[in-house]
């Protein structure tokens, strides 16, 4: 527990603008288009995942057999496995890595802050567990109604966690970023996500950022790969100037091509 000297003050949400930027004392902190965000990126990644999947799921026909195993497989696949990309996993993964490289960074300034979002975690966690059991559920039937029975079940499960999950995204910007660049500089900020990029493995960090690059507006996208230029080694910066190249359409990636020359 940090000293009390070290705490911000209580959360106070205005409910009319929940997502200002509260506790920023610095007015050069707001200048938010050329500060480090470490959750952002990642974030429009996942949102991404989300609205991808969503829509997948509307569209698939239960009683087909492929069409039905394939989207249970995508989205509950090797969930115990640390480096499996399929969907739930991802979303798993993602609260490991901040709780481990970001929120024990953030709790000696705001520990409330840093509870209330592991307890989001947990409730994520535990509608992940349902959903990989109806997942299972599905591929054990042989049964093409009954099959249609359990497929509208998850869409429902599955849209669930995604409010879930979008709400807490936006939690998580609107709590912690303000609080992080209040207490860190940008170089601090860059080598705590350095810890997070440079130490998962090479496929898992490629599976993040083919889901991030592309999400991300032109601003995001120089912020992002010069910060990572800088990043200690091992370096991903050339990994992720290749993997904006694969994944940018070619007049957006001419854009952040220019920019990184600089
Ligand atoms: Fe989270
Ligand atoms: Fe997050």
């Not at 999950?165 to 996500?193: G, I, K």
């Amino acid at each position: 527990m940090a000293p009390p000297s070290a705490r911000a003050g209580p959360l106070r949400v205005d409910p009319t603008n929940l997502y200002s930027l509260r506790r920023v004392t610095d007015p050069a902190s707001r200048a938010m288009t050329t500060r480090e965000n470490l959750f952002r990126p990642i974030h429009k990644g996942i949102r991404s995942m989300v609205y991808e999947l969503g829509l997948r799921l509307g569209v698939v026909d239960f009683t087909n057999l492929a069409e039905s195993n394939a989207v249970a497989i995508q989205l509950r696949a090797d969930l115990t496995s640390a480096v499996s990309s399929c969907i739930l996993c991802l979303l798993q993964a993602h609260s490991r890595h901040e709780e481990r490289d970001f929120f024990s960074a953030v709790r000696p300034f705001d520990p409330d802050v840093v509870d209330l979002m592991m307890k989001e975690h947990h409730e994520i966690a535990q509608r992940v567990g349902g959903i990989a059991r109806t997942c299972d559920e599905l591929l054990a039937i042989s049964e093409p109604a009954r099959r249609v029975e359990v497929g509208d079940r998850l869409t429902l499960e599955a849209n669930d966690l995604f409010a879930l999950y979008l709400a807490h995204l936006n939690n998580e910007e609107a709590t912690l970023v303000p609080v992080m660049w209040e207490r860190f500089s940008d170089e601090q900020l860059r080598t705590l996500r350095a810890q997070f990029y440079n130490t998962i493995p090479l496929p898992r960090f490629e599976e993040w950022m083919r889901w991030t690059l592309p999400a991300l507006n032109p601003n995001e996208l120089v912020v992002l790969l010069s910060g990572m230029r800088t990043d200690p080694p091992p370096n991903r910066f050339s990994d992720a100037r290749r993997l904006a190249e694969e994944t940018l359409d070619p007049p957006r990636w001419s854009l952040l091509e220019r920019a990184l020359s600089h």
